[in-house]
């Protein structure tokens, strides 16, 4: 069987308008050649610092930001140039949640209304009964109360509102969810509550997540693989388990050693990265890491890694690895 989610050399550039002087200055490359799947069921993580690319491309999967160059398959289909109706009919099978519940939810309309338009526009319900009958259940599914659906989204915290957007997302029966950052808005006793939730959720209805986070903790938890990007580019891909434990570019190394361990006898040492992410209008030569690789050599200034196959299913982009 196909995978669910085919992204084949996806490339997304924002053309930069010109200046005063006539001169174009180029375009910005949030994503820059990237190469993935989502299988059904499956829950794949994306990672990596902001600016990378990975809301970009978690947009550009879903056609809400139009594509420069390569390809996505659905379900089989090529979906990539799929006019705007077609595109609808398909909609219903892949949804986004957002990192701000708030501002995706309307203000002037009950929760049970927001979720309610999801199920008209789709007409997956037949009459106001059952309707309300559906909207309650898709509020217990996600842990709020049925009666729920009468309140306004200001009556809700933070955690609440975004089980509210993931009831949304899955009134329409989504087969693809993805989520972009969905935690990093809420206070950190809350993440663990949402996070849990969609691990649930995903197992339940064997739904297929692409998990956008900055967070490796919280992606090694929920997903089976991990995909690190880099500047528009995946650095790294592999089973989350291996990544996590053996991470094999000098990236993921300082990505995990920034992340916070429990067992006080640990060694982990942590990497600090110098300087920001440089800028995807004029990305480095070579491999666009060596500016700020701690074990860069000389040809990293000028020759740029491939992606290439190391085991089954774990992939890297670096001359040392
Ligand atoms: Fe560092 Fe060179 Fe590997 Fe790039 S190719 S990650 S600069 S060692």
């Known amino acids: 069987m196909p995978p669910l989610l085919e992204v084949d050399r996806l490339q997304v ?7 005063a002087l006539g001169r174009s200055p180029g375009s910005v490359k949030a994503v820059d050649g990237v190469t993935v ?12 610092e902001s600016g990378c ?9 879903l056609r809400l930001v139009e594509p420069t160059d390569g390809q996505i398959r659905f379900a089989g289909e090529d979906i990539t140039r799929l006019p705007p109706r077609e595109l609808r009919s398909r909609r219903r099978q892949f949804q986004m949640i957002f990192q701000d519940p708030f501002s995706s939810l309307n203000p002037r309309m009950t929760i049970g209304e927001s979720i309610g338009e999801a199920l008209d526009i789709h007409h997956l319900s037949s009459d106001r009964e059952s309707r309300r009958v559906r909207i309650g259940k898709l509020l217990e599914s996600v842990g709020l109360r049925a009666e729920y ?3 306004f989204p200001h009556e809700f915290s933070g955690g609440q509102r975004q089980r509210v957007g993931i009831a949304r ?7 693809l969810i993805v989520c972009d950052e969905p935690v990093s808005a809420l206070d950190v006793s809350v993440q663990a509550q949402v996070i849990n939730l969609l691990q649930d959720l995903q197992q339940q209805r064997q739904l297929a997540l692409l998990f956008i986070s900055h967070d490796l903790a919280v992606v090694e938890h929920l997903c089976a693989r991990i995909a690190v990007m880099y500047l528009g580019r995946i650095v790294e891909l592999g089973p989350a388990r291996d990544l996590c434990r053996r991470p094999r570019h000098p990236y993921t190394q300082a990505l995990l050693s920034a992340v916070p361990v429990v067992d006080p006898d640990s060694k982990r040492s942590r990497i600090i990265l110098g300087g920001d992410v440089p800028s995807p209008i004029h990305p480095p030569s070579g491999c666009p890491f060596h500016p700020r690789c701690p074990v860069a050599e000389a040809r990293c200034r000028t020759e740029a890694p491939p992606l290439r196959d190391l085991e089954p299913g774990q992939q890297v982009a670096c001359h040392l690895a």
Do not use: S
Not at 13 to 19: C, D, W
Not at 37 to 48: K, Q
């Open 13 to 19: 550039h924002f053309p930069i308008h010109q200046t």
């Open 53 to 61: 690319g990975k809301t970009t491309l978690g947009r550009a999967v």
């Open 37 to 48: 799947h989502v299988n059904e069921g499956e829950a794949v993580g994306l990672v990596g």
């Open 149 to 151: 659906a009468d309140r």
């Open 169 to 175: 997302a899955l009134a329409v029966e989504p087969r």
